[in-house]
Every structure is written in structure tokens, then in C-alpha cells.
């Protein structure tokens, strides 16, 4: 009866031993969460259209002296793990705008505002000076930043909206703009960090 | 969603690349782009130099002498453009070979990477129709390790926002230094006794010499009263800044 006990207590030693070996062999278990970097914008249009209506009639300017255009913007960010959090910017910028047009922003960010942090995470502020509580600023061939502090985030089915109007300044610098090419007026939007 | 949110080539690699390698040597950044498109689309690539303004943000410089601290010379694109096709993956080689004799302790450039513009514009009487392209702004940052660096983080503004429920602080603070860092700042603000009313820590940010950085901090539930803001910015190199300031609600 003795030496069965001795027998037991080795056979609990060696289960313990291979236990904890087998245990160990899991220590160093690669996981991968999936999370991985990325960078997208979009807006819902592809293109962005003034229409300061067509004179008819001789001695007729346009008929409007300025003109309305909006988009909206989505994007999702997920920035590199050192340290780059709520960094990112989204910017604007205009190439080969008309001469003697000058074209106003504002950004509304009404619709994302409300947007749960823990379920959207940090989707950024409006930079000052394009709220919808002022009149908007000036964009042109520079690019402006419009929305700052953009940190790991996703805008869902919600979206800034931009609000464009175009003006007509200066009538006797307006010229007939390109229609294609690298003179074609294009709106350009820029991530970065 | 719009569709076109997805039809694009789009960048799943940081929108920031950070070198730390000796002078005279040799590194390749990979840029992981996908088509997320079922169409063929032409990206373009491109490299420019900026600076930091600490109103304005990054100010591009497009001219073809490169400005004193930039990399761009040291930079080989594997091509100016590429078609990717539809829902490939792939990445854009970069390489970067380091001058021996660089004696700045950072340099920088940007490469745009450029979708098509969508669509062109037509021609109309009275319409103005501008063609939209994304381009993602990917920064390449060296820091070198061959010369003497230093962090200054400068606290510039501090703005109260009272209008919540709770109290809000946006600070703004630029990097006075000529090295490149990560920080995060520590607040605590206390009572005129010296007792601790409010401590929260922000998350980590990157800033870069001469950039302005936004550090916000929310849910400040005080009394009325006057109290002592204390401020530490902890920067990865080591670094610590301290600033203190008296503040009545």
C-alpha cells in the first residue's frame, strides 16, 4: 500500500511536470488581432459643379453673380501604432480655379458630431475659420486644412458635409476654363499626418 | 455609403515613415497600396517639401531646389506612376539612401500619392465643374542620429471651454527643438490648499520641429474657484516640460 502511494505521488509529479511544459509551449503564441493601418476618403460625388446659368439673351451676364456646390466626405483612419494618434489632417485644395472666381468653405460637421467615440472613435474637429457659425474661408491652388485631429475613426454612414459657393469677383478676368487634361479644374483632397 | 468611398487605390501603410539609420546608408520603405476598385485605376506619385507653420500647418513648397532639411534628394521612387488592377495589392518601393555627410539632426519631404481625378471637367456655358481627386500625403521623417538634438515643447495657448456640462482645456503647444518626438502630456490642477481636484493624462501625439500640436482635455468637473493648473509634457527622448498657471472658473 505504501509503494502505490510513492507510485501515485511520481505519476502526479510527471503530470504536473508535462503540464506545465505543455503550458509553457503556449507562452510565446503569436495573435493577430487584425487591426492593420489604413487610410481612405471619399466624397460622394465625382465631381464638384457651379452653374451660374447661361446668359440667353444679348446684353444678358450670367445670370447669377455666384453659385452653390456641397459634397459630403467620409473617411477611415487607422494610424501606425507609435504614437501618431489624432494627428491626421484632411485638406483641400483647388487647381486651375477660374480666373476671377474666389470660392468659399464651410464644413459642417453636424452629422458627426454625435457619433459615439468608443464606437467611432476620434473622427476630428473642424479647423477654425470653416464652421458653419462663420461665413467660411477662402480655398484656392494651396492646399487648407479643414478638418484636424483625426485619430483612429471611421465616419459610418455619417459624413462632413462640405458647402461650396463660388463668386464671381472680377467679370472682366473670367476666361473659358480647360476641359480636360492637366488644365481641367480638379478639386483635390489630401489625408495626412 | 457611397460607393465610391472604395474606388480608389488607397494606402493601408502609415500616412508617416520614420527613419532611424546611420548616415551613409541605405533603407527601403515599403508603401502598401490596394485597389479597392473592379476597375484598373493610374496612380500617380510625387514628391514635395514642406515645412511646419504652426498656423497654417504643413506649408508644401513645390519648386525644384529642394529646401535645407529635406530628404527628397535622397529618394528613389520605383516609378513616377502605376496602374494597379482591379483589387490588387502591392507595394511601392522607396529607397532612401542617406548622405554620409548630412550634419542636420532631421530631414523631411512628402510623397503625394494621387488617384485620377474622377472625371474631367466638360465645358458649359456658365458651369464650372471641377474633377475630384483623393491623394493621401505619406511623411518621410529622418532623424539623424550623428548630431545633437533637442526637444522644446512650448506651451503657447491655453483656451477654456465652458460650455459643456464640464469644463474643457485645449492646449497648443509647438516644438521650439530641432528633433522630432512622441509626448503626452500630464495635467493635474489643485486646490489653494494643494489638494489634487483633477488629474488626466492625454494620449501620445508625434510632433515635429516647429509643429503646433492640440492636446485636449475634457470632463473637468471643479467648483467655482481659483486653482493651479500644472502642466508636464513628457516627450519619448526624455524630455520633460513643466508649466504652471492660475486659473479661477
Same mark, same amino acid.
Given at each position: 500500500? @505504501? @509503494?502505490?502511494? &510513492?507510485?501515485? @505521488? ?34 460622394? $460625388? ?21 453659385? $452653390? ?13 507609435? =504614437? ?6 484632411? &485638406? ?7 480666373? =476671377? ?19 467611432? =472613435? ?15 474661408? $477662402? ?16 465616419? =459610418? ?24 487634361? $492637366? ?11 | ?8 487605390? !488607397? ?17 527601403? *520603405? ?6 479597392? #476598385?473592379?476597375?484598373?485605376?493610374? %496612380? ?14 504643413? %506649408?508644401? %513648397? ?19 506612376? *502605376? +496602374? ?9 518601393? +522607396?529607397? +532612401? ?6 550634419? *542636420? ?13 474622377? +472625371? ?6 456658365? /458651369? ?30 491655453? !483656451?477654456?471651454?465652458?460650455?459643456? !456640462? ?7 503647444? /509647438? ?12 495635467? #493635474? ?7 489634487? /481636484? ?22 473637468i468637473d471643479v467648483a467655482p474657484g481659483t486653482y493651479e493648473l500644472v502642466l *508636464?509634457?513628457?516627450?519619448? #527622448?526624455?524630455? /520633460?516640460?513643466?508649466?504652471?498657471? #492660475?486659473?479661477?472658473?
Amino acid at each position: 500500500m @505504501k @509503494k502505490q502511494i &510513492k507510485n501515485l @505521488k511520481w505519476i502526479s509529479v510527471f503530470s504536473l511536470i508535462a503540464t506545465l511544459s505543455y503550458g509553457q509551449s503556449y507562452d510565446q503564441q503569436t495573435v493577430d488581432f487584425g487591426i492593420s493601418t489604413h487610410s481612405l476618403v471619399g466624397v460622394d $460625388a465625382n465631381s464638384l459643379t457651379f452653374n451660374f446659368g447661361t446668359p440667353t439673351s444679348a446684353g444678358d451676364g450670367y445670370s447669377l453673380t455666384s453659385a $452653390a456646390a456641397s459634397t459630403n466626405l467620409y473617411y477611415s483612419y487607422m494610424p501606425t501604432g507609435n =504614437g501618431n494618434n489624432n494627428t491626421a489632417v484632411v &485638406k483641400v485644395q483647388f487647381t486651375n480655379i477660374p480666373q =476671377g472666381v474666389d470660392v468659399v468653405l464651410t464644413v459642417d460637421n453636424s452629422g458627426v458630431s454625435s457619433l459615439s467615440s468608443t464606437t467611432y =472613435g476620434s473622427v476630428g474637429t473642424v479647423v477654425s475659420g470653416f464652421e458653419t457659425t462663420g461665413s467660411g474661408t $477662402a480655398v484656392g491652388s494651396s492646399p487648407s486644412s479643414i478638418i484636424e485631429n483625426i485619430g483612429a475613426s471611421y465616419t =459610418g454612414t455619417a459624413y462632413y458635409t462640405l458647402s461650396y459657393t463660388a463668386s464671381v469677383n472680377d467679370y472682366s478676368s473670367l476666361e473659358q476654363t480647360s476641359s480636360n487634361g $492637366a488644365n481641367a479644374p480638379t478639386i483635390t483632397y489630401t489625408i495626412t499626418n | 455609403m457611397p460607393s465610391l468611398l472604395f474606388s480608389q487605390v !488607397v494606402v493601408n501603410s502609415g500616412l508617416t515613415q520614420i527613419i532611424d539609420a546611420p548616415l551613409g546608408t541605405a533603407q527601403t *520603405l515599403n508603401i502598401a497600396l490596394q485597389n479597392n #476598385s473592379d476597375d484598373a485605376k493610374r %496612380v500617380t506619385f510625387a514628391l514635395m517639401d514642406y515645412y511646419n507653420d504652426c498656423n497654417e500647418g504643413y %506649408v508644401y %513648397v513645390d519648386g525644384e531646389e529642394p529646401i535645407e532639411s529635406s530628404c527628397r534628394p535622397w529618394l528613389t521612387l520605383e516609378n513616377t506612376e *502605376l +496602374v494597379l488592377l482591379p483589387r490588387e495589392k502591392r507595394d511601392f518601393s +522607396v529607397l +532612401v539612401n542617406i548622405p554620409s555627410n548630412y550634419n *542636420l539632426p532631421n530631414a523631411n519631404t512628402c510623397l503625394f500619392i494621387n488617384n485620377t481625378a474622377l +472625371v474631367d471637367s466638360v465645358q458649359k456655358a456658365g /458651369v464650372i465643374q471641377f474633377g475630384v481627386q483623393i491623394r493621401y500625403g505619406v511623411n518621410i521623417i529622418y532623424n539623424n542620429p550623428s548630431v545633437q538634438s533637442s526637444v522644446d515643447l512650448f506651451t503657447q495657448s491655453l !483656451v477654456i471651454d465652458t460650455a459643456g !456640462v464640464n469644463y474643457a482645456f485645449e492646449l497648443s503647444l /509647438v516644438n521650439r527643438g530641432n528633433a522630432s518626438t512622441t509626448f503626452h502630456t500630464k495635467a #493635474s490642477i489643485l486646490d489653494m490648499e494643494g489638494n489634487m /481636484v483633477y488629474e488626466n493624462t492625454s494620449i501620445r501625439q508625434s510632433i515635429q520641429p516647429q509643429q503646433c500640436r492640440k492636446v485636449l482635455l475634457e470632463n473637468i468637473d471643479v467648483a467655482p474657484g481659483t486653482y493651479e493648473l500644472v502642466l *508636464l509634457h513628457e516627450a519619448d #527622448s526624455g524630455d /520633460v516640460f513643466g508649466v504652471s498657471e #492660475s486659473i479661477t472658473f
